[in-house]
């Protein structure tokens, strides 16, 4: 995985890291010096605010100011213009700490983990250039629709918090690579996270979560995917709820399934959306489409002759599944396995 953290020490870097401060003095530092600096590490101190006259190191870049008793961040800050990297782990931060102008800093990465957070603050989810954001080990309970609007971004951490659910909005997330949401409490992945084209890790270990969508085969950039410490199913499950199809869909289901042509001339708009919303039936032996009603189905993918993955899917009709029997892979499974490359198995990793 990419380092997104990291800060080469040399020139331009002023380093008052580890001096035991509770405030921070500029008078020994000449004018010239601040403006020179472009690295600045404050870290294992004692600060409680980060102080106003930070804003005087008018060309920085990057600044580290983890491991304080930090609560607020001055309102100057958002000042500084040209600062790309900020890093304020470890401190008494909270979604009321930022300046009220954070979200129209150029800010490329953020790491926030280790603080108060009981949700991503509403300036963070405004940082257009943002790539890496790092809210770990929080006490976040949500993961908000607007994270979609962060359209930079490739790396998301959010790794420890008390997350319970996963947004689709997070599929709209064109470069996002790596996707941390381990240690949560999260129970199900939304099939949409298949639009993740660009996605390369997936950590999902230590969740409650029991199946995943078949969808996630899809992701053909996906390398990494750890799914360790979650009750993934180890028994062949499905779960044949199903409500009867209305008389709208079996009109549908007919048109569709038998290529019954029509034009606008032929139907109301309202009904052409609807005739384009059929799914095709996952069973390769089915010919069938559905629209509202259908049955979830959890079925085992084999993955490199090691793992058994359950994946959800979702069928027409009780018929497509197989009658209850020992083995675990039903008719509707047959040719799904078959049909993931094996070569992109073998990148995947459980565990």
Known sequence: MEVFDGADRGENVLDLSRLNLDSLSLDNISEERRKDTKQLYLTYNRLTVLPEHVCLFANLEFIDISNNGLSVICEEMARLNKLKTLLAKNNRLDEFSLPKDFGSMQIEVLNLSGNRFEELPTQCLK???????????????????????????????????????????????????????????????????????????????????????????????????????????????????????????????????????????????????????????????????????????????DFCGKYRLPLMHYLCSPECTSPCSSNPQSDADSEDENSVPADRLQRVLLG
């Open 127 to 301: 940082l257009q250039r943002l790539k890496s954001l790092s809210v770990g080990g929080n006490r976040l309970k949500a993961i908000p629709a607007e994270i979609e609007d962060l359209t930079s971004l490739e790396l998301l951490y959010l790794g420890g918090n008390l997350i319970s659910a996963i947004p689709p909005e997070l599929a709209n997330l064109p470069f996002l690579s790596y996707l941390v949401l381990c240690d949560n409490r999260i129970q199900s992945v939304p099939p949409q996270l298949a639009r993740l084209y660009s996605l390369r890790s997936l950590s999902l270990h230590n969740n409650l979560l029991t199946y995943l969508p078949r969808e996630i085969l899809s992701l053909v950039h996906l390398q990494e995917l750890s799914l360790r410490g979650n009750p993934l199913v180890v028994r062949f499950v499905k779960d044949m709820t199903y409500d009867p199809p209305s008389l709208l869909e079996l009109a549908g289901r007919t048109i569709k399934s038998r290529n019954l042509a029509y034009c606008s001339l032929d139907l109301p708009p309202h009904l052409r959306h609807y005739l384009d919303l059929a799914s095709k039936c996952p069973n390769p032996k089915c010919a069938g489409v559905y629209f509202d009603s259908c049955v979830r189905h959890i079925k085992f993918v």
